[in-house]
Nanobody, 124 residues
Framework: QVQLVESGGGLVQAGGSLRLSCTAS??????YAWFRQAPGKEREFVAVTYWRGLSTYYATSVKGRFTISKDNAKNTVYLQMNSLKPEDTAVYYC???????????????????WGQGTQVIVSS
């Protein structure tokens, strides 16, 4: 069974850090991404990485604060979140595609599998 399982969410004060993990089981994907969805808002792109190669891309709102990385041996992707702000509060979702998603990586429709989501709350 193919699954994406996220972990690492929680409550943190503004300025703090969290690291989210996403472990894939059942297969390896070509593209992994993180999205987030705040209450009453649409799901938005956060960051993307590719299983082969070193390319990563970030939403403007998180660039310089968040880092996406991967551990190929563990089939796991991470999102290190530093300098967290209250506006980062959201449910964070891991997404994966069997294809190497090109320039449309910010669109939810490009991804075949989604995790269940992990809540991140940043208090002011």
């Amino acid at each position: 069974q193919v699954q994406l399982v996220e972990s690492g969410g929680g409550l943190v004060q503004a300025g703090g850090s969290l690291r989210l993990s996403c472990t894939a089981s059942g297969r390896t994907f070509s593209t992994y991404a993180w999205f987030r969805q705040a209450p009453g808002k649409e799901r938005e792109f956060v960051a993307v990485t590719y299983w082969r190669g070193l390319s990563t891309y970030y939403a403007t709102s998180v660039k310089g604060r968040f880092t996406i990385s991967k551990d190929n041996a563990k089939n796991t992707v991470y999102l290190q979140m530093n300098s967290l702000k209250p506006e980062d509060t959201a449910v964070y979702y891991c997404a994966a595609s069997v294809y190497a998603v090109g320039g449309s990586y910010q669109y939810t429709g490009q991804y075949d599998y989604w995790g269940q989501g992990t809540q991140v709350i940043v208090s002011s």
